[in-house]
């Protein structure tokens, strides 16, 4: 069963993948009767946050403590303010580019990112050095956006 794990990982992480560009689709049309990219943005937090907090109540997530609210690193917090961003992005971006380039882009953006995080092993990452593979991952990423640019 735990060689499985990994899979059933991997099987949810495609799935919530598939789920982007459809969440880009749907803000931007909510966009079209709000107006607003920001304020549309809110909308998604405000039912995102309804959401999970009816998941911590059904599921009796301890509430933590000040204390425990603390001792976090300060930047440990900048997650909401990158969900942010990536939802206004999407928001505002997915009329212009269609939902294959926004999504395409994003990713390239990611695994840039990644490799580069993976390198250095930031943000509690295991180190994993750049290598010919995975620059070349990279390089047919951003070859494939170019290619989605264009058509």
């Known amino acids: 069963m735990a060689g499985s794990a990994p899979v059933l990982v991997v099987l949810a992480a ?11 689709g ?7 009767h709000l107006g607003s990219p920001i304020v549309v943005s809110a909308v998604s937090f405000v039912i ?30 900048l997650g909401g303010t990158m969900g942010a961003a990536f939802v206004l992005t999407g928001v505002i971006a997915a009329p212009r580019l269609g939902a294959a380039l926004l999504v395409a882009s994003m990713v390239a953006g990611q695994l840039i990112g990644s490799v ?9 990452f295991v180190e994993r050095p750049i290598s010919l593979g995975r620059i070349a991952g990279v390089l047919l990423l951003a070859g494939g956006v170019f290619l989605l640019q264009r058509s």
């Open 26 to 32: 749907i803000n931007a049309e909510l966009r079209r």
């Open 116 to 124: 580069v995080i993976d390198h250095f092993g930031w943000l509690g």
């Open 48 to 77: 995102g946050l309804v959401l999970l907090i009816g998941a911590s109540a059904a599921t009796r997530a301890e509430v933590p403590s000040l204390a425990k609210l603390s001792s976090a690193p300060w930047w440990s917090y």
């Open 14 to 24: 495609v799935a919530v993948g598939l789920m982007v560009p459809a969440q880009a």
